[in-house]
Structure formats: structure tokens, C-alpha cells
């Protein structure tokens, strides 16, 4: 028996051994299509020789220094790549092991900022149902995943929840976008007038959400309503781009798309593609220099901020992503899948929506593909269809919004940039497989 602590103690996996581009291969030399990136990590898929070199070097050179006692070369480029690229007014990097680090670190630097500008009453965070921001105590306390948070409450931080927003027409059939828009922006100024606009904090979203409903994009000009209102109420945006950043929807960021900036933007999975653990969280100036110019010192930290290793593959992937042209390929590919998707499974008795961006792509499973109805939960239909799918030599995500109201089983598909078109078939016929042995 092994003696790794799993967290699901009633299955068995098999055991990776080696990584082939797309595919992973375990130790009886099977084969899997990774069409999810692992939880879109892996945009480089799983054997890039530059990166790998890139690391090799570093370790050679130096793999550690500790963070409060000097910065290092692969850290600093990487940060001057990141703001060079980064939306408007983003001008520093502070650099974590993972998301869920990188969620901590925006919500104590926006509880700071207000702190060392004289308004320590600022501490209430909004963020939005069905959504996740990692498992760390703070961060879970911003999702708004109700079975991932019960166990754990009290919470950590003064929270609220309000309704996502889904591009999803079947949600919100009998309204228009804008009339969408505008319930949502009600709502929000609902929930901030009720709590005191001066006791607000933060409003934290994805922009496109991943983990609980499977790539769902929000609604033209939703972002720039939710913007204006933090604007008007002096509300810091958090945008939460752990998996839908760093390439994964057809631009750097995700947030470019709906034409803002943001104040806090969270980053990590496709920033080191899997090759190293490694998250950051972009700051705006105005919150860096609040902190700079008052105590000069953020109080946060963890061992392995900047780790060298971890910034020289990181910035070796993003260089690669840039020099072979992979944001261009991913809105390509991206609409191949989507062609194929809808091919495959529009006319489905079983699937409700396909949507997303990039190669960022879900389907929605349904028991009712009229009315929508989602089979029953005891079901757990799309971890059904991810064990299948392994069984058919692909890995997809199974996402799942068992939430206040449940949202259903969703299967999400992120592959790595660096497929061919010949990939995508793969992918949509072992998936369709998967499906049809999973159905009950
Ligand atoms: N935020 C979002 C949007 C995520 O999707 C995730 C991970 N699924 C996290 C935060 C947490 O990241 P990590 O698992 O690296 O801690």
C-alpha cells in the first residue's frame, strides 16, 4: 500500500513516470492525452527541452536565496516581463508558490493598503457564488463554493457572496445582455450599500470562472460595470487569474478581453506550466507605493518567495510561449476545438452549453437537454466521466458547482498550447467515449 496521503483515500491512481508533450505515461506505459493540463497547468505539455534546460542551468547556478536577504536574476526578469505585459497601472509582482499564495497575499496587501492609508474599516471582501479561489483559510473564505466552506466555518474574513455571471443564454433567457448586466450591477450595489461602501475592502472574480462551472466567460461589458462600481465606491478589484490567465484564453491575461485593468491580478498554474511551483500576484502601483511610502514593509511572507529555480523555468515558458507565437496558436486551436465541440455533442440528448475562450473550453452535462435539468448530484457524473475518460487514455477536469443551488457537472478541457489538429479529434472522440460510458 502506498503511504502518500491522498485526498481522495478510496481511489487508486496510476503512477506517472514520464511526460511525452501532450501525454503522460505511467508505469504500465499507458498513454494519456492531457486535455485539461492537469488543472490548466501544463500549457507546454510535459516534456519542454528549453525549459528543461533552463532549469538545469539555474540549479547549477544557484537554485535558492532567501528572499529577505537578496533578489535574484531569474526574479527580476521575470517580474520586468510580467508588468511589461501586464493590463494598465499593474507595476510590481509579488511572487508565491501557487494560487491559493497568491489569493492570500492580494487579500492582505488590499487589508493593508487600507490600513496605511487610514481606513482600517475597510475589511469586508465581495466575491461571487460558485466560484474558487484556492483552499488556503483565506482564500476559501472568498470562494463561493458552500460544501468546500462548511466544514471550515467560521471563516476567516468578513464575506459576501452575490451571483456570478454566466454567458451562459439558457440562464438568463428572457432578458437581454445589458438588462443582465444591469440586475447584476444592482445586486452588487445592493449588497455595498447595505454593508456601507466605507466598510468594503475588496471585490474579488475570475474573469473567466474554472474550477466550479467549467470555463464560463461573463457577459459583454460585465467587467466594466463591476469596475466602474469599485471605482465610484473606492473598492479594490481583485481579478483572480490562476487558470484562466497567463495565455489560457487567447491573450496574456484574461482581464484584456474585457478592455480593464484591475488593482490586484493573481497568477500561477500556466505561469510556470507545471515545470515549477510558482504563483504571483501583480500590484498597482497606487498599493505598492501606499505600502512604500507608510510603513515601507508588507507583512507577509513565506520561505520560498521568488525561488530561482521556480523564476527560471517560468520565465523560460513564457519566453517560449512568446517566441513560438502559442497566444496565436491558442485562439487557433481554440476555435478548432469549439468547431469540433459543437460538431460533436450540440445536437447531445445530454449536453446543455458549450462555451468559453482559448483553449479554454466547457461542456455542460445535463439529464434534460430542454429544460436544462442537471442530473441528480448523488450521481457525481462528471468525476464519472473523468475516470472513464482515463480509462480511454484522456484526462479531462471534472468541474463541479455543488453549491447554494446546484450548478450541475461540468467538463472542462485545457490542453496544452503546443497541439496539433490531429490532437483535437483525439481529444473530442475519446471525450465523446467517455461520456457515453459514464451516462446512467
Ligand atoms: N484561484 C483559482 C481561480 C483557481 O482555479 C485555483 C486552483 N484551481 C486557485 C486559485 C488555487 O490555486 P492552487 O491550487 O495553486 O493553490
Redesign the pocket.
Known amino acids: 500500500m502506498s503511504h502518500v496521503f491522498h485526498r481522495h483515500l478510496k481511489q487508486q491512481y496510476p503512477t506517472a513516470v514520464a511526460g511525452d508533450g501532450p501525454w503522460l505515461i505511467d508505469s504500465q506505459g499507458r498513454r494519456y492525452l492531457d486535455a485539461c493540463g492537469g ?2 497547468v501544463s500549457c507546454l505539455g510535459h516534456s519542454d527541452s528549453e525549459v528543461q534546460e533552463a532549469i538545469s542551468e539555474q540549479v547549477q547556478r544557484l537554485a535558492y536565496a532567501h528572499s529577505s536577504f537578496f533578489t535574484t536574476e531569474p526574479m527580476e526578469e521575470l517580474a520586468d516581463f510580467l508588468v511589461a505585459h501586464a493590463p494598465e497601472g499593474l507595476e510590481s509582482v509579488y511572487f508565491v508558490s ?6 492570500e497575499a492580494a487579500l492582505k496587501m488590499a487589508r493593508q493598503y487600507f490600513l496605511e492609508i487610514g481606513q482600517p474599516q475597510r475589511r469586508h471582501v465581495v466575491a461571487r457564488r460558485q466560484s ?5 483559510l483565506g ?1 476559501l473564505a472568498a470562494g463561493g463554493n458552500a460544501w468546500r466552506r462548511k466544514p471550515f466555518e467560521p471563516l476567516l474574513l468578513e464575506m459576501s457572496h452575490v451571483s456570478p455571471c454566466y454567458a451562459w443564454r439558457h440562464q438568463w433567457a428572457d432578458e437581454s445582455e445589458a438588462d443582465y448586466v444591469e440586475r447584476l450591477a444592482a445586486e452588487l450595489e445592493e449588497r455595498i450599500e447595505q454593508l456601507g461602501p466605507e466598510n468594503v475592502m475588496a471585490f474579488v472574480a ?1 474573469p473567466v470562472v ?2 466550479t462551472l467549467g470555463a464560463v466567460p461573463a457577459v459583454n461589458g460585465y467587467f466594466r460595470r463591476i469596475r466602474e462600481i469599485c471605482d465610484r465606491h473606492g473598492i479594490l478589484l481583485i481579478l ?1 487569474e ?3 490567465g497567463m495565455g489560457r484564453t487567447g491573450s496574456l491575461f484574461a482581464a484584456e478581453q474585457e478592455g480593464i485593468s484591475a488593482d490586484l491580478i ?1 497568477i ?2 500556466g505561469l510556470g506550466a507545471g515545470y515549477q511551483p510558482i ?1 504571483a500576484t501583480l500590484v498597482s502601483a497606487r498599493i505598492r507605493d501606499a505600502i512604500a511610502n507608510g510603513s515601507g514593509f508588507f507583512q507577509h511572507g513565506h520561505t520560498y518567495i521568488g525561488h530561482a529555480t521556480a523564476c527560471a523555468a517560468a520565465l523560460a515558458v513564457q519566453q517560449a510561449v512568446q517566441s513560438r507565437g502559442l497566444l496565436a496558436r491558442v485562439r487557433t486551436l481554440g476555435e478548432g476545438l469549439n468547431q469540433r465541440l459543437q460538431q460533436r455533442f450540440a445536437e447531445h440528448p445530454h449536453v446543455g452549453d458549450i462555451r468559453g475562450r482559448g483553449l479554454f473550453r466547457g461542456l455542460e452535462l445535463v439529464a434534460d437537454r430542454d429544460s436544462k435539468a442537471p442530473f441528480d448530484a448523488s450521481l457525481n457524473l462528471n468525476g464519472r466521466v473523468k475516470m472513464a475518460a482515463m480509462e480511454q487514455g484522456l484526462m479531462c477536469y471534472p468541474a463541479g458547482g455543488t453549491l447554494d443551488g446546484r450548478q450541475g457537472d461540468h467538463i472542462l478541457l485545457a490542453p496544452p498550447f503546443i497541439l496539433d489538429e490531429s490532437h483535437l479529434d483525439e481529444i473530442v472522440d475519446r471525450l465523446g467515449r467517455a461520456i457515453d460510458q459514464a451516462l446512467p
Do not use: I, L, P
Not at 501557487?98 to 489569493?103: C, F, H, L, M
Open positions: 488543472a490548466a501557487g494560487g491559493s499564495e497568491a489569493v474558487y479561489h484556492g483552499n488556503t482564500a475570475e474554472g474550477a483572480d490562476v487558470m484562466c493573481t500561477a498554474k504563483g
